[in-house]
C-alpha cells in the first residue's frame, strides 16, 4: 500500500488489536516466571519483584517520552522502530547471563514496547466519528487479551522449555508482527509539525488547562480501573493460593483466564460511545463493578462464584476503560497521543496505589477488608460519575 488517505478497516482494527496486545503482553511474560528466573540465578525469590519493577519504570518512561510523538511524527516508522527494538529487547532478556544484565534488558524491553500505545489512538485518528467508539473497542479487546495470554502462556513455555524460551518465542512474534505492519500499514501523514521536543512534552502537562472535562475522565478510569480491578486481582492471588482454596500458580492462573469475558465484550461496547449512550452505560459499568465487590464480600469462599464475580468485574473495568477513552481521544484530533499518554500514566499511577493497598488491606484485615475498600472506592466513582453526568452530556449535545 502506499496511498496517502488510509481508511479504517476491520481487519485493520483486528491487526492494530493483535498488535498491540504483544505489545502489552512483553510486559507480563516474566510475572509467572519470577521464582524460576531467580533459582536459575541462584538469588533469593523475593528479589524477582526488582524485575517487574525495572519492566514498570522502563514502559512509564517510555510512555511519556516516546508516545506524545505520535501527535509529530510519521507514525507507520516510529511504531516500527520501537518494535524492532522490542525485538533486540526480548532477545536481550533471553540471553541475559546475570541478574543485573537482565534487569536492565528488561527496563530496556519496556522502554520500548509501548507501540500498543502508539497504534490506541492511531486507530481513533483512522475512525470515522460515528465508528470510533467501536474501532477503539477492537483495539483495548486486543490489549486486555494480551495482558492475560502472556501471564497464562509464559507458565505453561517455561514449564517445558524453560524461561528462556518464553522471550525467545516472544521475540520471534514481534519479529512477524512488525514485518506484517511494515508490508501492510501504509504511509500516514504526520498530524502536525514538532518545532520542539521540550514544547512537546511541556504539552503533555497542559493537556489540562485545554480540557476541562478531563480531569472527569481520568478520575472514572483511575478509580475504577487503577483501584478496584487491580485490588480485586492482586488479592485474588492471596485468597486463592490459602485455605480453603490452596491452589497453584497454574490454577490461579485458569481462575484468571476468567478475564478474557472482557475482551469478548470489548468488541461491542465502543458502540455505546458511537450511539450517544455512554454517559448511561458508564454509569451502569460503574453500578455493575459496586454490586460484584458486594458479591466478593459475601461469596468468598465460593470457587464458582468467584469466577463468576471476576468475569463480571472485568467486563465493567473494561466498558468503563472503553468508554473513557473513546471521549478522551474525541476531546481533540490534533493531540490524541499526548491525551493518550496521560490516560495510561494515569492509569499507570493508580494501578499502583491500587497494588500497594492490596497489600496492605490484606496484611490488615484479609479479603475482608479488601473488599471493603473495593466497595468503597466503587461508590465514589458512582458520586463522581453523578456530578460530571451533566458536563459529559453538554459536550455530547455539542457533537465534541
Not at 176 to 181: A, C, P, R
Request: charged share 10%.
Amino acid at each position: 500500500m502506499n496511498n496517502e488517505t488510509v481508511k479504517m478497516t476491520k481487519f485493520l482494527a483486528v491487526l492494530f488489536a493483535i498488535c498491540s496486545g504483544l505489545a502489552i503482553g512483553n510486559l507480563y511474560w516474566a510475572q509467572p516466571l519470577l521464582v524460576q528466573i531467580m533459582n536459575g540465578f541462584g538469588l533469593p525469590a523475593a528479589n524477582g519483584g526488582l524485575l517487574v519493577t525495572a519492566t514498570q519504570i522502563g514502559y512509564a518512561i517510555g510512555i511519556l517520552l516516546i508516545v506524545p510523538l505520535g501527535d509529530f511524527v510519521q507514525r507507520k516508522r516510529l511504531i516500527s522502530i520501537v518494535m524492532i527494538l522490542s525485538v533486540i529487547a526480548l532477545i536481550s532478556c533471553a540471553l541475559s547471563p546475570s541478574f543485573i544484565i537482565l534487569s536492565l534488558s528488561l527496563f530496556s524491553m519496556g522502554l520500548v514496547t509501548i507501540s500498543g500505545q502508539i497504534i490506541l489512538p492511531l486507530a481513533g485518528d483512522l475512525s470515522k466519528e460515528e465508528e470510533r467508539g467501536h474501532i477503539v473497542g477492537i483495539v483495548s479487546s486486543g490489549i486486555t487479551t494480551g495482558i492475560l495470554f502472556s501471564r497464562f502462556a509464559s507458565g505453561i513455555i517455561a514449564g517445558v522449555w524453560g524461561w528462556r524460551s518464553v522471550y525467545l518465542i516472544a521475540a520471534a512474534l514481534n519479529l512477524i508482527m512488525v514485518l506484517i505492519i511494515i508490508y501492510v500499514l501504509p504511509k500516514i501523514p504526520r498530524k502536525n509539525k514538532l518545532k520542539s521536543y521540550k514544547k512537546l512534552l511541556f504539552s503533555v502537562f497542559t493537556t489540562f488547562k485545554r480540557h476541562d472535562t478531563l480531569p472527569n475522565i481520568l478520575l472514572h478510569s483511575g478509580l475504577i480501573f487503577g483501584l478496584v480491578f487491580n485490588i480485586f486481582w492482586t488479592s485474588l492471588t492471596f485468597l486463592l493460593s490459602g485455605s480453603p482454596f490452596n491452589y497453584d500458580t497454574f490454577q490461579i492462573g485458569l481462575v484468571s483466564l476468567a478475564g478474557l469475558t472482557a475482551a469478548a465484550f470489548g468488541l461491542g461496547i465502543g458502540k455505546l460511545q458511537d450511539k450517544g449512550l455512554s454517559v448511561p452505560a458508564l454509569g451502569g459499568f460503574i453500578i455493575i463493578s459496586f454490586i460484584t465487590m458486594i458479591c466478593g464480600f459475601i461469596f468468598y469462599d465460593s470457587i464458582v462464584a468467584i469466577v463468576i464475580i471476576a468475569a463480571i468485574l472485568s467486563v465493567a473495568v473494561q466498558g468503563i476503560s472503553v468508554l473513557t477513552q473513546t471521549r478522551l481521544f474525541n476531546l481533540s484530533n490534533e493531540e490524541r497521543s499526548r491525551l493518550n499518554t496521560v490516560f495510561v500514566v494515569n492509569n499507570f499511577i493508580f494501578g499502583a496505589v491500587g497494588n500497594a493497598l492490596a497489600s496492605f488491606l490484606w496484611s490488615l484485615g484479609g479479603w475482608t477488608y479488601v473488599m471493603m475498600a473495593a466497595s468503597l472506592i466503587s461508590l465514589i466513582a458512582l458520586i463522581v460519575w453523578l456530578f460530571s453526568r451533566s458536563s459529559f452530556n453538554e459536550i455530547d449535545a455539542q457533537g465534541f
